[in-house]
């Protein structure tokens, strides 16, 4: 039972590179979502997507892009990484997006120097 | 401006009593909530919600109060649980998901 399966667990960035944070769901979600967390924030919503081919964005989606091209897969893309963006995202999937708990990922933690 | 608030950020209560953990929500037109607990270095899980129609949703030891008018919502753990210390945070779902910013819950053996 996979579940969301985000990689890497870990990474660090020099400013100004760019990245992709990867997000797999086996549930056969439609809706899925990312999120940064950062202290004294809370979770705050970037991206979200409500199947293959669309997405729209959250409360904070300046500096990041997505897509969704398959059902099970969400990747996240840092084009030119920031240290504001230093954080921990998480990525969470549910079957559609109404009346329904989302399940997340363990998370990536982001270090951008 | 933050549309879901946590005002305490942290709580300790001793194993076998009640723990109650807040949450208020600005945003009338939210229609479901939902509460997750959370571990260090893992993901949010899922606990408990309720829709807006109702107010009072109960599984096992966990029961949420929703209070509309107030625009309130409560989580009530009882018996507390040495297991249950984690993060606990809200959220309120509209046309996107908000959370808040969490509670810190200790549960003392």
């Known amino acids: 039972n996979a579940g969301v399966t985000q990689t890497p667990k870990f990474q660090v960035l020099k400013t100004g590179q760019s990245m992709t944070l990867q997000c797999a769901q086996d549930?056969?979600?439609?809706?899925m979502s990312w999120y940064r967390q950062d202290p004294g924030m809370g979770l705050r919503l970037i991206h979200y997507?409500?199947?293959?081919?669309?997405?729209d964005q959250g409360e904070v989606p300046n500096g990041y892009n997505v897509s969704r091209s398959t059902t099970e897969d969400f990747p996240l893309r840092l084009l030119s990484a920031a240290p504001s963006q230093t954080s921990v995202y998480f990525c969470?999937?549910?079957?559609?997006?109404?009346?329904?708990?989302?399940?997340f990922g363990d998370g990536t933690r982001l270090s951008i120097l | 401006d933050q549309q879901v608030k946590q005002n305490s950020p942290s709580l300790s209560v001793q194993e076998g009593r009640i723990s109650i953990l807040n949450c208020d929500y600005t945003?009338?037109?939210?229609?479901?909530f939902l509460w997750y607990k959370k571990y260090p270095a893992e993901g949010p899980t899922f606990l408990i919600s309720?829709?807006?129609?109702?107010d009072k949703n109960e599984d096992g030891r966990f029961t949420v109060f929703l209070n509309k008018s107030a625009k309130h919502l409560s989580l009530h753990i009882v018996p507390s649980q040495p297991g249950d210390s984690a993060v606990y945070f809200c959220a309120a779902s509209g046309a996107q998901f908000y959370f808040g910013t969490g509670t810190s819950l200790t549960v003392i053996p």
């Open positions: 309720i829709s807006s129609i109702k």
């Open positions: 549930m056969n979600h439609e809706y």
């Open positions: 969470a999937s549910s079957r559609d997006r109404n009346y329904q708990p989302q399940h």
């Open positions: 997507s409500v199947g293959a081919g669309i997405t």
């Open positions: 945003n009338s037109m939210f229609d479901y």
